[in-house]
């Protein structure tokens, strides 16, 4: 088999992997400036990605998983034909939103159910015909529930009460609050005022389920409801793609920042899930994994789930 | 009584008022570009000041709430010989933050505890000595329990879950949502693309309230919850001023634009206040009634918080 090229264009980093016969005989990454919805973005991905590919040799074929396509499809004809123009006009070219690939990746091209819980929050399910459904995922003024944002806010939250003087506080959030960041007056500033309010305020996630890790019952209550979100996020997506009637497989693909904190959460997503008669599994792969599958294997559902203009033979 | 000049300087207009034996001769307001806190903000308050009181009588004295005072209080001497340098060498002049000079034109400048609940939620006592505490008021990442914020997200929140096919949504808020912004697809574009996100968010809480009013339980749930964290912020700054145990009045004089949205929430907040023996009152009087109080009577306990550098006759 001629060598694949599978790109995984995210926010801030833009990866690639050159693949042959199954094996990665090259890989690199890049930093991106903005992502594909941003100004200028085409011209920014395809720059990132002729970055990182360049002086590689050219591939019978590439796929790429890009973030935020899903929000601008009429960005993908010029993406695709962008792709072309530097691999050769007989390229086949393949182009999805970065949670598609990453689905294929993790569950190995087989429909099912992945979740995602870093920052943000969401969980992505698609079905034996294509047919998807994307749960929460709407950012950290919206929803993102059980997200690092949202640990860390109910945490900041409890540290402030216990402060006031107000029911549902924990002293020992202040305490962590006063180690982290200094007097809680000198907090909103910090916070207003920083690059990403909400990963800063996510960076306070760990501290709170570390509190909760030493019986802290109120980071305890926090944990359990980011573990209960999760799940029914996951719950949802399955139910939506039908798999549950189907009789297909209950498992749950999880992956993300948040479940390296340690059993004090995935200890309790696992009991949430379990409620909910779903099992927690470790992605196959990445999202690299998923770009190659697209290209290797025509029968997996993800193709439904192509951008348009894009995913044609030529 | 020779007139008097009191200034209520937001962060977007700042008022004055004339007043001449207890009766406003005259008013004004003109618009201000950004806080004392911000860069050149004591210029830009001080051109404010001037812009809304151009042509008026000199006063004996002045005094001024100013939004944001507290956090920069290096910022208040500049300020005082600024307004000096105005309104004549010999002119007393006052300076607080704003929240100081509403407490005393909200109860006549007797101790207790006023709730501002708009956007943002934020309570403050004044005990009979000066001692304060102030309660929430975080702003929307950390804080502001039951304020417009926290109902708009929390409102948002359930609409998007009855759209995500997850548990404790409300059809009723995602109707609602439909009808304010479109599919909900568009709407994190359009929150996270507004100028001010926070305030877009908090628009939706009279729709919170409307669907609480015919009886959607999700939204009632969500209008008690915020009725009870406004509550729990003037009980707990009820408390730590210490009036309860000294048999002072437990009257909380309550204002902002979220308490117009009807009984549907002010019944919820009476109730909330009852439980902890506190009585919802309104306001005596504004912002510049409590300016001109800190002119005319010595005794009042807000004179403990003044600005330093100010408050002293020449």
Known sequence: MSALLAFDVGRTVCRAALVSDGARVRT?????????????????VLAAMSAVTAGWPAPAAAAAGVA???AVPQAAGPLARGLRERLGSGT??????????????ALGGVPGVVLAAGTGAVALGIGATGHSARVDGWGHLLGDDGSGH????AGLAAALRAHDGRPDGSVALLAR????????????????????PAREVAAFARDVLAVAAIGDPVAGRIADRAATDLAESASAAMDRVGDAERG??????????LLDAGPVLTDRLDAALAARSLTRTHPLG?????????????????????????????
Chains 1, 2 share one sequence.
């Open 28 to 44: 690199g990454d890049v930093p991106c400036t903005g992502g594909v919805a941003d100004r200028d973005g085409v011209a920014r």
């Open 68 to 70: 935020g396509l899903a």
């Open 248 to 257: 297909g497989p209950r498992t749950v693909a999880c992956a993300g920042g």
């Open 92 to 105: 086949r070219v393949l182009l999805a939103s970065d949670m598609v690939t990453w689905h294929a990746g």
């Open 177 to 196: 609050l006063r180690e982290r960041h200094g007097e809680p007056e000198a907090l909103p500033g910090r916070v207003y005022d920083a690059a990403d």
């Open 150 to 153: 949202a640990i860390g806010r």
């Open 286 to 314: 990445d999202a690299l994994d998923g770009a190659r599958l697209l290209l290797e294997d025509p029968t997996v559902p993800h193709h439904a789930l192509l951008a348009p203009a894009t995913g044609v033979l030529r």
